[in-house]
């Protein structure tokens, strides 16, 4: 008996997926344990490997669609097996009418042409015991109000196809809407239209969600990292021979944890079904990552238990693995607070989006020189601007600046965060 293999959820609360790529084809011999599809989730790849041995008899998602947990992708069976059809997809709705947006060139649809009376009921020439038609055939039928076993078939062995679906509609007085077309132009000139897709369309979410869910505020301070820094310079080489590259970004790690374990309502997430705070009593601090295809964040589980040399060798990995596409859900899970690290690429002040469902994010400007007035003198130092964004909800403004205190503290002072360590 085939077998219909739905799509698993492969990470904790997972709903959908995109079918990235299909790695067999209809016919092709599988075992237990083959990787089947490539899919996208939660801008993690991932492979679905096959729960048992036999041959593909029908592939049920195309390459790019989304779909949902529980929803077949593929059928297994023994060769020559029948597979059924599936239930066509329920009959959408008629579409809304939409106001056009200024900068955009509407166009107007075409009219569909409505009877005035009901038309009477056409008597079926044909009437077939075993309708062959293929999912599309069968869910067009459906789009359209036909009866599929009431059509006469025309194709191989009397299989129904499209168009004597769309000719037994028109028979019935309906009328065939033509595809929508996609306009390449808007009232200024081209344009290209990009499906929102994988990596950028779990962003997408995952940022209204946040915005739209938490009051976001943010503050702002600096802290001098001159003498982080010059320790940062200092062990660097050591670090080298090890194989790890060392950055301040470890050391900054450090001393959010020692921020949080201040402050623990900044590691923490809103539960609003109980309405109860969550407090977590373990530190797992994300780190937005830039790739080639959107912003990701790897998460270093247990952060307290390690030392700077094992942050800077997993913080390392992570990004690598981010970068490559190689990187598992599990990495991408589980955070408690993030750290985005804009200065890379030049920013100085920011207002970064909270990863919900975290209640705070901490952003890194640019580091700098510049002239301070220390001891009634004019020295050069070196300066990292720090944004703090946290969910009012859950954390209060006061509390926020403690928090930043607290980090910059162990900033200014990096032998606290090694007596830490």
């Known amino acids: 008996m085939p077998f219909e293999f739905k799509f698993p959820d492969i990470g904790e609360g997972l709903t959908e997926g995109e079918i990235v790529r299909w790695l067999v084809k209809e016919g092709d011999e599988v075992k237990e344990g083959q990787p089947l599809v490539e899919v996208e989730t939660d801008k993690a790849l991932a492979e679905i490997p096959s729960p048992r041995t036999g041959v593909v008899l029908k592939i049920m998602a195309k390459e790019k669609e989304i779909v949902k947990v529980g929803q077949v992708i593929i059928v297994i069976g023994e060769k020559g097996e029948a ?20 900068g955009e060139l509407e166009e107007a649809p075409e009219e569909v042409a409505v009877a005035a009376t009901k038309p009477e009921p056409v008597k079926p020439a044909f009437v077939s015991p075993h309708v062959l038609g293929t999912p599309v055939v069968r869910a067009l039928a459906k789009e359209l109000g036909v009866a599929i ?9 009397g299989r129904v196809l499209e168009k004597d679906v769309r000719q037994a509609a028109e028979a019935k007085g309906k009328v065939v809407e033509a595809p929508k077309k996609v306009r390449k132009y808007d009232l200024y000139g081209y ?12 962003i997408a979410k995952a940022m209204v969600k946040s915005i739209y869910t938490a009051p976001h505020v ?7 990292v001159s003498a982080l820094w010059k320790i940062r310079e200092k062990e660097k080489k050591a670090a080298e021979k090890k194989g790890i590259k060392l950055t301040i970004l470890p050391f900054i790690v450090k001393a959010v944890v020692a921020g ?3 402050h623990p309502y900044l590691n923490a997430s809103l539960n609003d079904e109980d309405e109860e705070i969550i407090l977590k009593k373990y530190y797992n ?48 899970k589980g955070g408690t607070f993030t750290i985005t690290n804009y200065g890379a690429l030049g920013g100085i002040y920011g207002t970064p989006i909270i990863n919900h469902p975290e209640v705070a994010i901490l952003g890194l400007g640019k580091m700098k020189e510049m002239p301070v007035a220390k001891g009634g003198k004019i020295v050069v130092r070196k300066i990292l601007p720090l944004a703090l964004s946290f969910d009012h909800r859950v954390v209060d403004g006061a509390e926020a600046a403690r928090f930043l205190n607290t980090v ?14």
Not at 83 to 102: F, H, Q, T, Y
Not at 149 to 157: A, H, L, P
Not at 300 to 319: C, G, H, M, R
């Open 83 to 102: 597979v059924a059809a599936p239930p066509p997809k329920p009959e959408a709705g008629a579409p809304k009418p939409s106001v056009g947006v200024v």
């Open 149 to 157: 076993d009431q059509v006469k078939g025309t194709g191989v062995e």
């Open 191 to 202: 344009v290209d239209r990009i499906p929102l897709r994988g990596v950028r369309r779990s």
């Open 218 to 224: 943010t503050t702002m301070d600096e802290a001098d």
């Open 260 to 262: 949080l374990k201040e």
């Open 285 to 332: 601090i994300g780190f937005a990552t830039d790739t080639s295809e959107g912003l990701m964040v790897p998460v270093v589980k247990n952060v307290a238990d390690k030392s700077i040399l094992q942050l800077a060798e997993e913080l390392t990995q992570l990004a690598e693995k981010a970068r490559s596409r190689k990187i598992d859900l599990a990495d991408l």
């Open 408 to 421: 910059i503290a162990r900033l200014e002072d990096p032998d606290l965060i090694l007596l830490e360590t």
